[in-house]
């Protein structure tokens, strides 16, 4: 079946530090992938997103590609911040599947300063 | 981009009683899912909130329990019935338009 795995957090970093999240996935077909973020308190955002093969989402500094041959959709960030302290959910929709969204575990991260 | 209001967002209920949740979207969407987190925990998923026809409901969730109402694309409720302490979670609504989820904003539920 469909799989989201995710790096296991809680994630430490100082401010200004390179982050990277693991996220690979298992699917059937061509699965369209995500990041949401979760802040404090709040609800689940849309982080970015990438529908096919090699696309590159971005958003607020955060890239992640989608990479067909490893099955991986890493979240990426030169240069974190305060702010950006949050756990953050990788997932997929596969087409196929109801169009169900798959989690993963989700990662908490925190960013001092 | 699709906005989803969801009400309440927290509540404080006694056991044994019920609480329904609602989800207002400001566009179609044709699927709508609801969900419930834990603290500090991913999200699991209740059921399938389907227009015309009965909620698909996922591996321990029951009708009984959560019954669902999805009246037309653009509105659905969720109820949480004679709760026990143990139904205290984060309860979250989600469309998805164009191959993106849109959630809202969480309800805040404890049972007393």
């Known amino acids: 079946g469909n799989s989201v795995t995710q790096m296991e957090g809680p994630v430490t970093l100082s401010e200004e530090a390179f982050l990277t999240i693991n996220c690979t996935y298992t699917a059937t077909g061509y699965p369209s992938l995500f990041w949401y973020v979760q802040y404090p308190g709040e609800g689940l955002q849309l982080l970015l997103k990438a529908t096919k093969a090699d696309d590159k989402g971005s958003n607020k500094g955060f890239e992640a590609t989608y990479r067909k041959e490893t099955t991986s959709f890493h979240l990426e960030k030169g240069s974190v911040q305060v702010s950006d302290s949050a756990v953050y959910f990788c997932?997929?929709?596969?087409?196929?599947?109801?169009?169900?969204?798959?989690w993963g575990l989700g990662t908490s991260l925190a960013v001092n300063p | 981009s699709a906005v989803i209001s969801q009400k309440p967002s927290r509540d404080i209920c006694q056991r044994g009683t019920s609480l329904t949740i609602q989800c207002q979207v400001d566009?179609?969407?044709?699927?709508m899912f609801w969900y419930r987190q834990q603290p500090g925990q991913s999200l699991t998923l209740i059921a399938t909130a389907n227009q015309g026809s009965e909620a698909t409901y996922e591996s321990g969730f029951v009708i009984d329990k959560f019954p669902i109402s999805r009246p037309n694309l653009t509105f659905s409720t969720l109820t949480v019935s004679n709760m026990s302490p143990e139904d205290s979670s984060i309860y979250l609504c989600s469309g998805i338009l164009n191959t993106e989820a849109f959630f809202g904003q969480g309800t805040r539920l404890t049972v007393v």
């Open positions: 566009s179609q969407v044709t699927m």
């Open positions: 997932a997929l929709i596969d087409a196929g599947n109801n169009r169900k969204l798959i």
